[in-house]
DNA sequence: ATATAAGTTGTACGTTCGTTCCAGTTCCAG
DNA sequence: CTGGAACTGGAACGAACGTACAACTTATAT
């Protein structure tokens, strides 16, 4: 017997596809639904299991602890979110107008905050428990700083005169915004106040889509 | 043999420097460091009895459930910190140049993420929390309110020209640069970003302390 | 076919958890 | 002084926890 970390088949991009990784990946699934919604300090072994409809024995054969399976539950969702991010911003490029880029950031936070709420919440999650562990720290600063090179050149693309220092102030009102509204239902007068600030927002920072470069 | 809270010396405002009162906000002071540090998932009540220096007994004496320990916690800080944040706008309002005011926004940032490290991550907890407990929410949803009407007021007094969404991207993008930069040990770099961050921020939003009003 | 490895599952271990209880102590009004 | 209320603290409860393990089945390779 072998656990699947020790044995030859790991690869440098983990499968997740082959064998017993269909389970894994399931595993690491429900783990992050039910950070999202039960909080770290209700995510036990069992009710990933009960999430994920298998027995409880089986997360011990593909995780060494709870704390490696939180870690690569981080870097999972980490990997696909960073996808969803720059999917948001890539269809901004080509805007003509700061009222187009501040749509596409709020349908980006919207959605955040409705179809993919529990995601969201497991995200923030991570980051304040990055505080304690400097392995998901290190998850954290890597991802945020992906984030901030590829939304600088955005800004910079959208004729900014400091693409860093706008897209440290970006990403830092999306986070805010998502923050602050997530205790409270999402109406439509909120997601018209979300609106508004991320126009002005842009409009203040100078940024358009049809930017000639300084 | 009766509870505090059943008792006939319970007031609209609690006195904790009586009899008792003392050990019950000895209590919540050891909770909100536990929860700082610990985090609410390391949260339990053989935790706080230790950190408060208390037996275990104590606590069930001053609160019915470990969730009630909670919420109080989470109301003195919010009572405790509403202060903190007024006092850091009070002082911006004579102010004479936007770099002034980002100077005071940077002086509060960089106070949480240091001195005050516990504190603001015990707050995140909270927040997160909160979209899960309706009770919490609320003191959420009030703390939240109760900070953007001030702010707002400052803004308006600064010149703003739309001191509501002005107060929400200003309240927003400290949030979002305290979370980004709670993983991250905080270098004087990382101070001087926020300080540009800030300073850009108010600027853009043409916010001066002499500033006539429109 | 047979052996070896991979994958699977139910059970059980020792700990820690929130909460309850009660005998004992301190306080204050009468 | 005396009674009852406020307060104290240690012990104990059942429940839930992370983890380890051994018996078992399935796949793969020679």
Redesign the pocket.
């Given at each position: 017997?072998?656990r699947?970390g020790e044995?030859?088949?790991q690869r440098d991009t983990p499968v997740l596809t082959?064998?017993?990784g269909v389970?894994k990946a399931a595993i690491l699934e429900a783990a992050l639904r039910v950070i999202g919604d039960k909080g770290l300090a209700g995510?036990?072994?069992?009710?990933i299991a009960a999430e994920a409809g298998?027995?409880?024995?089986?997360?011990?054969?593909y995780f060494?602890?709870?704390?490696d399976l939180i870690l690569e539950a981080f870097e999972l969702h980490t990997r696909r979110e960073a996808d969803r991010v720059l999917a948001a911003f890539a269809g901004v490029e080509n805007g003509d107008h700061a009222d187009d880029i501040a749509e596409h950031l709020t349908a980006f936070i919207h959605h955040g905050l409705t179809e993919a709420r529990t995601s969201l919440v497991a995200e923030y999650e991570f980051l304040i428990e990055s505080t304690r562990r400097p392995d998901l720290a290190r998850v954290s600063r890597a991802w945020r700083q992906a984030l901030q090179i590829q939304v600088s050149h955005v800004a910079s693309r959208l004729g900014s005169d400091d693409p860093e220092t706008d897209s440290e102030i970006i990403l830092s009102v999306i986070a805010g915004l998502e923050i602050d509204h997530l205790s409270t239902p999402l109406d439509p007068s909120t997601t018209q106040a979300i609106r508004t600030a991320l126009r002005r927002t842009i409009t203040r920072l100078g940024l358009r889509g049809n930017a000639a470069r300084l």
């Open positions: 017997m072998s699947p044995s030859a088949q082959e064998r017993g389970r995510l036990s072994m069992r009710a298998l027995p409880l024995g089986a997360l011990g054969y060494k602890t709870k704390d």
